[in-house]
């Protein structure tokens, strides 16, 4: 069945350096994909997306890539912040229509100041 | 803009007692989903409404769960007998219908952690 899961449960980075999340996805038929960001008390926040005829999509700080022939998804964070902190979802959905999204079990990262 | 807001942020109940989760969308977003995280374990899909109607309920885990979005704006979400394997957070997230679909971008609620003694 599908499945989206992530590499390594926690993550701690030092305070400017990159940060890199990875996560690994079984459905060959996934082509759309979002990260999202959640804060303690919060819900999920929409990070970035990006569709499966792309393999990279930079943000504001953020960049996405998708290797496809591996079913391979990471989220690089630049000059990572305090406020960076947080538990990091990647998620799969069908870009054509306004399906569910189906999570991966999150990676926490800590930020050292 | 207001976001998605959902009421009661907590809620503790006993087991076999009932209890009704809300959930008020963003202002206009025809979309509204229905998500839990539970055991800590991933966030699992529940439901989608589209206005009032349900599209999709394939992640509703049983026939204790009852979901409801009467004149399509709020939903409510009402679990009855509540189980102790009911308890984690509910979230409610929203989405806009745009033609051409060029970004399927859901807000999320703070959602309401529900713990069932």
């Known amino acids: 069945g599908e499945s989206v899961g992530l590499h390594l449960p926690t993550l701690s980075v030092q305070e400017g350096d990159n940060s890199i999340i990875n996560c690994a996805y079984s459905?060959?038929?996934?082509?759309?994909f979002i990260w999202y960001k959640q804060e303690s008390g919060k819900g999920p926040q929409f990070i970035i997306d990006?569709?499966?005829?792309?393999d990279k999509r930079q943000g504001q700080r953020v960049t996405v890539l998708l290797n496809k022939t591996v079913k391979h998804l990471s989220l690089q964070i630049a000059a990572t912040q305090p406020g960076d902190s947080a538990v990091y979802f990647c998620?799969?959905?069908?870009?054509?229509?306004?399906?569910?999204?189906?999570f991966g079990p999150g990676t926490s990262l800590s930020v050292i100041p | 803009e207001a976001g998605v807001t959902q009421f009661p942020s907590h809620s503790v109940i006993e087991k076999g007692q009932t209890v009704t989760l809300r959930c008020d969308p963003i202002?206009?977003?025809?979309?509204l989903y229905w998500y839990r995280r539970v055991m800590g374990k991933e966030i699992k899909f529940l439901l989608h409404?589209?206005?009032?109607?349900?599209?999709?309920e394939s992640g509703m885990p049983n026939n204790r769960f009852l979901a409801e979005r009467t004149g399509g704006t709020y939903s409510t979400l009402k679990v009855q007998p509540a189980e102790l394997e009911d308890s984690g957070v509910y979230f409610c997230?929203?989405?806009?219908?745009?033609?051409?679909?060029?970004?399927?971008?859901?807000?999320f609620g703070p959602g309401t952690r529900l713990t069932v003694t």
């Open positions: 409404f589209v206005k009032e109607s349900k599209q999709d």
């Open positions: 202002s206009g977003h025809d979309n």
């Open positions: 997230a929203s989405s806009q219908t745009l033609r051409p679909l060029l970004s399927h971008e859901q807000y």
């Open positions: 990006i569709r499966s005829n792309m």
């Open positions: 459905n060959s038929a996934s082509d759309y």
């Open positions: 998620a799969e959905s069908r870009k054509t229509s306004y399906d569910k999204v189906i």
